[in-house]
């Protein structure tokens, strides 16, 4: 059989069925893999730093001014719009087939497209707020105030709402993610290689019926999947959504 039809199959004998997603996800939309980016040298500090350390808790207090032209010109895309696959996981929650979303990402793509229960294991970009006395900000505040944006309440320092390196997981969302996993039918990991720790543990807590992953290498996940499809999540996950009920 098809592979998408097999997954069109599979999703329309589900009603709690969970997407768990990664870069992969976001890259049809233009925004790279952020772990495939190369070393950038910083001219005011004559230092080269890997992505990781210039999107630490640590470059964030010490580099401050860096920190955010850095995440301004490299973490942000204004312009990535949500793809065909991010569409076709709304319809999916419109039908009652998908119960939840779990992503790593953190472009917010999921909410722009009409999905309404997302679990954001990394955070958002389309948030900010106050490090002093926690006011809430928006992410055109963070974008448009520079170089280093403070709170109009308290002159703190309003930073993304984002994970950074060194930093842990929402406790809440974490375990939210971990629930939806646990009880669902269906569980699609799409878009990520599962090496991020600890959320790609978090697939290690699926006992339903059907395991798919949809990703263009290997993951840990394949060797217990029922269905593993090679092409692009989001040309898959429209043509899917089409063939169900036909």
Same mark, same amino acid.
């Given at each position: 059989?098809?592979?998408?039809?097999?997954?069109?199959?599979?999703?329309?004998?589900?009603?709690?069925?969970?997407?768990?997603?990664?870069?992969?996800?976001?890259?049809?939309?233009?925004?790279?893999?952020?772990?495939?980016?190369?070393?950038?040298?910083?001219?005011?500090?004559?230092?080269?730093?890997?992505?990781?350390?210039?999107?630490?808790?640590?470059?964030?207090?010490?580099?401050?001014?860096?920190?955010?032209?850095?995440?301004?010109?490299?973490?942000?895309?204004?312009?990535?719009?949500?793809?065909?696959?991010?569409?076709?996981?709304?319809?999916?929650?419109?039908?009652?087939?998908?119960?939840?979303?779990?992503?790593?990402?953190?472009?917010?793509?999921?909410?722009?497209?009409?999905?309404?229960?997302?679990?954001?294991?990394?955070?958002?970009?389309?948030?900010?707020?106050?490090?002093?006395?926690?006011?809430?900000?928006?992410?055109?505040?963070?974008?448009?105030?520079?170089?280093?944006?403070?709170?109009?309440?308290?002159? &703190?320092? $309003?930073?993304?709402?984002?994970?950074? @390196?060194?930093?842990?997981? =929402?406790?809440?969302?974490? *375990? !939210?993610? %971990?629930?939806?996993?646990?009880?669902?039918?269906?569980?699609?990991?799409?878009?990520?290689?599962?090496?991020?720790?600890?959320?790609? &543990?978090? $697939?290690?807590?699926?006992?339903?019926? @059907?395991?798919?992953?949809? =990703?263009?290498?290997?993951? *840990? !996940?394949? %060797?217990?999947?029922?269905?593993?499809?090679?092409?692009?999540?989001?040309?898959?996950?429209?043509?899917?959504?089409?063939?169900?009920?036909?």
């Amino acid at each position: 059989m098809n592979k998408i039809k097999k997954l069109a199959e599979i999703l329309s004998q589900s009603n709690r069925a969970v997407f768990f997603g990664g870069a992969g996800m976001s890259t049809e939309s233009g925004i790279p893999d952020f772990r495939s980016a190369n070393g950038i040298y910083n001219q005011r500090l004559h230092k080269n730093f890997r992505p990781e350390e210039m999107a630490s808790h640590t470059f964030f207090m010490n580099y401050p001014e860096d920190f955010f032209e850095f995440y301004r010109t490299r973490i942000v895309y204004l312009d990535a719009k949500p793809n065909a696959g991010h569409i076709a996981l709304a319809e999916l929650e419109r039908r009652n087939i998908l119960a939840a979303i779990v992503t790593q990402n953190i472009d917010g793509l999921h909410q722009a497209a009409g999905s309404k229960t997302v679990y954001e294991l990394h955070g958002s970009v389309r948030r900010g707020f106050c490090i002093k006395c926690g006011e809430n900000y928006d992410m055109n505040y963070i974008m448009e105030n520079k170089p280093v944006p403070h709170c109009a309440k308290c002159g &703190g320092i $309003v930073r993304p709402d984002v994970v950074l @390196y060194e930093e842990s997981l =929402n406790y809440n969302i974490v *375990r !939210a993610s %971990r629930r939806a996993i646990m009880e669902a039918d269906t569980l699609i990991v799409g878009g990520t290689s599962l090496v991020v720790y600890p959320a790609a &543990g978090l $697939v290690d807590y699926f006992n339903g019926e @059907y395991l798919i992953v949809i =990703n263009k290498s290997e993951t *840990r !996940a394949d %060797r217990e999947a029922e269905l593993i499809i090679r092409e692009n999540i989001g040309e898959t996950l429209s043509k899917a959504v089409e063939l169900i009920g036909q």
